[in-house]
């Protein structure tokens, strides 16, 4: 099946800070998800964006479909982006989505 | 989005029971999704109900262990039965109503003692 890497496993940042968090995936998607899971354990659907650039606020994200990764930036973190984020794909006509293993983002104070 | 309330929120099991968790969606949605997320870990796919027949199972994971029931176009069950503390973890549901738009339960988080 497919695989999904994500990049780097564990973050830390000051508030302020700006951080780009990578996803790579082993074979071309039809679907391409960017969630974050909160302290809590919520899960919130950021991005669907299997391919181009698309920015929500301070957050954006590019995936670059021919190369087969996506790139999801937060820009002047705040305390409450500390979590985790996922990426998540699908294939071909499936909904079945397949999670990469998530980056462990913390901004402190 | 689809609003999803899940239930139990958390519980704390002895171990050889079983727990039956709820999902109840505020529209009708085609398939609903069953995820484990063990400690510190990602998510992975348990089965996929979809409403009239039985679910579909995941490699790693069977209908004995882990039933499901999907009576109608907004509500489904997942039993976790005789559980050990391997089977601690969070359990989510999931819709998807389009591509656009995935969402998820607040989570279940079991603890099996």
């Known amino acids: 099946g497919i695989q999904v890497e994500q990049s780097p496993p564990d973050l830390i940042l000051q508030e302020g800070a700006n951080s780009t968090l990578r996803c790579n995936f082993s074979d071309s998607v039809n679907n391409l998800q960017w969630f974050h899971q909160n302290p809590w354990g919520q899960l919130i659907n950021l991005f669907y964006?299997?391919?181009g650039t698309k920015q929500n606020g301070r957050l954006s994200a590019t995936t670059v479909a021919t190369e087969r990764y996506s790139l999801l930036y937060i820009s002047s973190s705040q305390t409450t982006d500390s979590g985790v984020y996922f990426c998540?794909?699908?294939?071909?006509?499936?909904?079945?989505?397949?999670f990469g293993k998530g980056t462990k983002l913390t901004v402190n104070p | 989005s689809a609003v999803i309330s899940q239930k139990p929120s958390r519980d704390i099991c002895q171990r050889g029971t079983s727990l039956t968790i709820q999902c109840q969606v505020d529209?009708?949605?085609?398939?609903m999704f069953w995820y484990r997320q063990q400690p510190g870990q990602s998510l992975t796919l348990i089965a996929t109900?979809?409403?009239?027949?039985?679910?579909?199972?995941e490699s790693g994971f069977v209908i004995d262990k882990f039933p499901i029931s999907r009576p109608n176009l907004t509500f489904s069950t997942l039993t976790v039965s005789n559980m050990s503390p391997e089977d601690s973890s969070i359990y989510l549901c999931s819709v998807e109503r389009t591509l656009i738009d995935y969402t998820f339960g607040s989570g279940t988080r079991l603890t099996v003692v």
């Open positions: 964006i299997p391919s």
């Open positions: 529209s009708q949605v085609t398939m």
């Open positions: 998540a794909v699908s294939q071909g006509g499936s909904e079945k989505l397949v």
């Open positions: 109900a979809n409403q009239g027949s039985e679910a579909t199972y």
